[in-house]
Nanobody
């Protein structure tokens, strides 16, 4: 099982980035998948995730309206489009897979597989 994250980088406040996560080793059809982030000195938190049985992704309050999650089961990929980025969005972003459903897919404790992180830095 591999989750390969990409798309991080340095962006100015107000800018945009698109993160991608390619999954190999299993199919996404029966799993929830999403993104977590961890800023320096802070706990890892759920940003956005979607269950296989749901059509609407979950978003944390801090990113709602700015981030958009999409998944492509046929290509075993998930994307996180981030706009209007703020300095407080700076963190290492991780894609992850879990077998739980609903909002529980945003809980780090329920993650079954983690990808490597990709650093997002929002700074002028």
């Amino acid at each position: 099982v591999q989750l390969q994250a990409s798309g991080g980088g340095l962006v100015q406040p107000g800018g945009s980035l698109r993160l991608s996560c390619a999954v190999s080793g299993f199919t996404l059809d029966y799993y929830s998948i999403g993104w977590f982030r961890q800023a320096p000195g802070k706990e890892r938190e759920g940003v956005s995730c979607i269950s296989s049985s749901d059509s609407s992704p979950y978003y944390s309050d801090s990113v709602k309206g700015r981030f958009t999650l999409s998944r492509d089961n046929a290509k075993n990929t998930v994307h996180l489009q981030m706009i209007s980025l703020k300095p407080e969005d700076t963190a290492v972003y991780y894609c992850a897979v879990s077998s739980v459903r609903g909002v529980s897919c945003s809980y780090p404790d329920f993650v079954d597989f983690w990808g490597q992180g990709t650093l997002v830095t929002v700074s002028s």
